[in-house]
């Protein structure tokens, strides 16, 4: 009985997710019509999750635009996190007053319960510790892009700032991957080791002599843990500083005044379209500051191979590994979440909400984002790792000084 309804089930939602698709696109599959707006380009499985059991959909793909049916709620396990981090820290005794207010809208000032509570997380935190923990065997991951922010738990009864960081891949196929996260006191040295010898664990292939498939770039600020880390973890990757934190850094030493034609003149070196062309106007940016801005230009003489390491890869990829802005997005809706908080509970909380935030995000890139990168350019990087490896940056190059 329970074979038969899933699969009466299967076929309704499947029918449902073609209607919307035909909506979007403004025409059935083999029709011609004046509304068409672009053309199906194949299909995605998706696994659904449902009380019958889990039903296989397949989620088609557009040749221009993305689509993700509105019916498979890809915010809903989201929003019972937040719900369920809320409650736990008003049964804990260690909500905020915003978090007091939130519950009595919810409507459960006196109906809270703990064991509503546990059946709300235990769904989510199966969920979410399956996908942390999945193995990343299926593929591998030229680029690899991490970075922290830091979220407000409550740790033996006091309130301290906690380190959660975040890796993100571009897979071979040019598709983003939320690849891990952990939740430390701290960005120390042995911090980061630890987070990325655990994806090596999982499988994140590295490249050596012999397969060069793995990754080849980290993208990340300067922090000196991190770097540490990329270099005991994962051997032949070059390291790309982020561009745009060492704007940052530029403003921070001289102020907003100063530091905005001083920006506006290291943007340029991003402006060239080849490795040659990017090594000249780097130096050139050098001698130009070094009479007025002698500190600047010292900085920039000591990190030219961390900040153009990008230039070793394909030109079409340099906009999409020269800083960490992707991931930073992330951690903007990450912060969001964590604002409506403000304090968590506990640290299994920072996971089951932060987790199931990062879960959706890498379900919505796998299913209704474009390519982050082409094939076509993917196919030039392993040309070149295969056959010309010497055009890459060395990693033993990479200076341990921010």
């Known amino acids: 009985m329970t074979t038969s309804l899933r699969r009466l089930l299967q076929a309704g939602l499947q029918d449902l997710v073609d209607a919307e698709a035909t909506a979007v696109i403004g025409a059935g599959r083999y029709e011609r019509t004046q509304d068409r707006r672009t053309r199906r380009n194949g299909r995605r ?89 999945r193995p990343l065997e299926h593929t591998w991951f030229p680029y690899l892009f991490v970075d922290a922010t830091y979220v407000d738990v409550r740790v033996n009864h006091r309130v301290v700032s906690q380190a959660l960081v975040v890796a993100t891949g571009v897979s071979a196929q040019g598709r983003r991957e939320i ?39 980290v993208t990340s600020d300067a922090h000196a843990g991190i770097r540490s880390a990329v270099k005991a973890i994962l051997p032949g990757a070059a390291w790309q500083r982020c561009r745009v934190h060492f704007a ?15 920006n506006a003149l290291i943007s340029t070196i991003f402006a060239q379209t080849s490795r040659e062309a990017v090594t000249a106007q780097y130096q050139h940016v050098i001698d ?49 979440r964590a604002d409506v908080v403000q304090v968590f509970p506990d640290r299994n909380c920072v996971t089951r909400l932060i987790g199931a935030v990062l879960l959706e995000q890498h379900e919505e890139w796998q299913y209704g984002e474009r390519r982050y ?16 490896q010497h055009a890459l940056p060395d990693h033993d190059t990479i200076t341990l000084n921010p």
């Open 45 to 133: 499985p998706k696994r659904l999750a449902t009380t019958a059991g889990e039903v296989d959909l397949a989620i088609p793909k557009l040749r221009q635009g993305s689509f993700f049916p509105s019916l498979l709620s890809p915010r809903k396990r989201v929003d019972k996190a937040l719900y369920a981090v809320i409650c736990s820290a008003w049964i804990e005794g260690v909500s905020t007053r915003k978090v007091d207010d939130l519950v009595r809208a919810l409507g459960n000032e006196s109906g809270i319960s703990r064991s509503t509570v546990s059946r709300i997380c235990k769904d989510i935190d199966e969920a979410v510790g399956e996908f942390l923990a």
């Open 248 to 262: 940052r850094n530029i403003t921070s030493r001289l102020g907003s005044a100063r530091s905005k034609p001083v």
């Open 373 to 388: 990168l082409s094939k076509t350019s993917l196919r030039h990087l392993t040309h070149t790792l295969h056959h010309d």
């Open 179 to 217: 690849l891990g996260m952990a939740v430390g006191d701290a960005e120390t040295t042995d911090f980061w080791t630890s987070f990325l010898r655990s994806l090596r664990e999982r499988g994140l292939r590295v490249t050596t002599d012999q397969d060069p498939e793995g990754v080849v770039l």
């Open 288 to 336: 130009s500051l070094h009479p007025s801005f002698p500190q600047v230009a010292d900085m920039l003489t000591e990190a030219e191979a961390d900040l153009t390491a990008f230039a070793a890869f394909p030109r079409e990829h340099w906009p999409k590994i020269w800083s960490n802005n992707p991931i930073e997005r992330l951690n903007r809706e990450i912060k969001r």
